[in-house]
């Protein structure tokens, strides 16, 4: 059998290494247009920063390796650049020639190339880069080197745009983003992604949200956004997207479907009869609710590229779809989520409630316990969990990791406070804020508390709310207090409950939810109408800094 993969990363060398470690004899081809197989993309950010010191870290095969251990016939340099499904033929160039190849199979993981919308300016400017491959950095670096920039642009706020406002902060340039969305990091919330937001402001990064590019000036030194504010920049990073490369697949007819990537069944079939594919180009299925998604991630591109090759061998492997789980760290914040947010649940119509947690990276006791801010999304009615973010400077990775393998297993929110973890002071706390999430998600549902988000709290107020902050008087004093707010430090509440008037809901908060919670509970087993206000003021003020009265 003679099988032909195009793209050598992450999809394309997993397919490669699988097949021959199930199949000794097949012929194995991997066509890669780049200098480089196997490169560390997600690396690449780190590299810019010097935290990778040495490049050839990134360069983690080589043809030679790859040849030695697996016989794997590796040929960088060459591009894939038609197929002939009906001759199942492929046509390729390199440098110095074009060539036909044929193929029994043919395994596409082309990956994505970054998206760079029309702009005026931007043919004549010199100074823009974008960041997907090993070139492209050199690029970055080479430029760095010869013209010491001083000023740096990142359009776009995504993984790449922020890993790179960071690196280009320590290589000591002055950064400026610029984000069409309203916030930073779309996939988030906008409270959550409010916490990245103040941590890049605290390390000196300047941001322009709900703003786009619109136009370059003097050959790129000038970037000027669609409010008509001009920008310098020594040099610029375009990150706003990706787009599945599907050149190749449409010069095979095959059918793309949303947002342009290759059409795969579930064993990673196109349309064309042994063509598979893999990796960023494909549409997947969002596992949560079945909709046809793109996911542009390494570890579902590493998945898919281990099991197209088991359905070539002939092993009984479907892709069950994937539910999108990343992180990204921003200075001394990271920032992780997995499955849907809050915006696309009321996209697309689902019934749910939301908790927000704040809870220890491990025992508060136990010295550089970090705090944890976890948001976890769950349909009240069935449990089911459907997506969860959380930020924090440590322990963010085990608890998003934790959520994302629970929707895999089909838990429901029912299962959190029963999940058992690793436990001794340095670690963790006997209460996980992923056990502590279920318990709170089971309050709300068995009606034991109820509770308000952030973005409800002033039109609550207008209707006619009391907002009761229980924090001590030193904490209103240091960090600010809520407008409106009457203010009854919870260990008083008991015997100061006259003051609470009873012919009004109250809504109540504290710094992080817990004393309102208890509060709420006080104020409930006494006939009040009360709710809690999630998240609290550690939240709210993140995100409503303005509204706070210092
Ligand atoms: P790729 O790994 O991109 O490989 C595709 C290869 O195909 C490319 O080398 C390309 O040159 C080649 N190719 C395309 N067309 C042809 C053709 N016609 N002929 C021959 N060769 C062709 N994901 C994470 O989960 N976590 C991270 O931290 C993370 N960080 C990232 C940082 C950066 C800077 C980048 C660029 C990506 C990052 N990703 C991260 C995304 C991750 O790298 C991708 O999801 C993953 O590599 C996709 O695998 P793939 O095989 O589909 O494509």
Redesign the pocket.
């Given at each position: 059998m003679k099988i032909v993969i195009?793209?050598?990363?992450?999809?394309?060398m997993s397919a490669a290494t699988r097949l021959r470690r199930l199949n000794e004899t097949a012929e194995i081809i991997i066509?890669?247009?780049?200098p480089y197989v196997s490169f560390a993309?997600?690396g690449?950010?780190y590299y810019v920063a010097g935290e990778i010191e040495e490049r050839s870290s990134l360069l983690v095969q080589t043809p030679e390796a790859l040849q030695a251990r697996f016989e794997l016939d590796v040929r960088p340099y060459?591009?894939?650049?038609s197929i002939d499904a009906s001759l199942k033929e492929v046509i390729v160039r390199t440098a110095e020639e074009e060539y036909t190849l044929s193929y029994d199979k043919l395994i596409l993981?082309?990956?994505?190339k970054a998206f760079i919308p029309p702009a005026k300016g931007l043919e004549e400017a010199k100074n823009i880069f974008t960041?997907?491959?090993v070139p492209d950095v050199d690029a970055i670096t080479d430029f760095m080197e010869l013209y010491q920039p001083k000023k740096a642009v990142v359009i776009g706020a995504g993984?790449?745009g922020l890993?790179m406002a960071e690196s280009l902060v320590h290589r000591g340039l002055d950064v400026t983003i610029i984000e069409k969305a309203p916030h930073v990091l779309p996939p988030l919330d906008e409270e959550m992604a409010a916490y990245i937001t103040k941590e890049l402001k605290a390390n000196g990064v300047k941001l322009y949200t709900g703003l786009a590019a619109e136009s370059f000036e003097e050959e790129g030194k000038v970037v000027v956004l669609e409010n008509g504010e001009r920008l310098e920049s020594d040099m610029t990073l375009m990150s706003v997207g990706v787009k599945p490369?599907t050149?190749?697949a449409l010069t095979a007819g095959i059918e793309t479907g949303v947002r342009g990537g290759i059409m795969v069944n579930e064993y990673y079939e196109t349309s064309q009869k042994d063509i598979y594919a893999?990796?960023?180009?494909i549409v997947v299925k969002q596992q949560i609710n079945g909709e046809d998604t793109m996911i542009?991630?390494?570890?579902p591109?590493n998945r898919q590229?281990r099991q197209v090759a088991d359905v070539i061998s002939g092993l009984p492997r479907k892709n069950k779809g994937s539910i999108g789980t990343?992180i990204v760290r921003v200075f001394n914040q990271v920032a992780a989520s997995t499955g849907l947010n809050e915006r696309q649940l009321k996209m697309a119509n689902e019934k749910f409630e939301i908790v927000h947690i704040q809870g220890k990276s491990h025992a508060g006791y136990y010295p550089n316990a970090g705090t944890i801010l976890l948001k976890v999304l769950f349909n009240p009615e069935n449990g089911k969990i459907y997506g969860a973010q959380a930020i924090g400077e440590d322990g963010v990775d085990k608890r998003i990791d934790i959520i994302a393998t629970a929707i895999k297993a089909g838990m429901t929110i029912h299962d959190l406070p029963e999940l058992e973890f690793t436990y001794a002071p340095p670690f963790g706390s006997a209460k996980d804020p992923v056990n502590m999430a279920g318990y709170a998600a089971l309050n709300l549902i068995e009606g034991v508390s109820e509770s308000i988000q952030w973005h409800e709290l002033e039109s609550k107020q207008k209707e006619g709310y009391l907002l009761l902050d229980v924090r001590n008087e030193g904490e209103l004093e240091k960090n600010g207090r809520l407008k409106g707010a009457l203010n009854i430090p919870l260990d008083q509440l008991r015997e100061r409950l006259s003051e609470v008037p009873k012919d009004k809901p109250i809504i109540v908060s504290c710094h992080s939810g817990l004393r309102s919670y208890i509060a709420e509970r006080i104020l409930k087993q006494n006939e009040y109408k009360a709710k809690n206000l999630d998240g609290a003021f550690a939240l709210y003020s993140t995100v409503r800094p303005e509204k706070v009265e210092k």
């Open positions: 195009v793209g050598g990363v992450a999809g394309g066509l890669e247009k780049g993309n997600c690449l950010p060459s591009e894939a650049v993981s082309p990956g994505a960041l997907r491959s993984f790449i890993e490369e050149t190749l893999v990796g960023d180009a542009a991630l390494a570890s591109a590229g990343a």
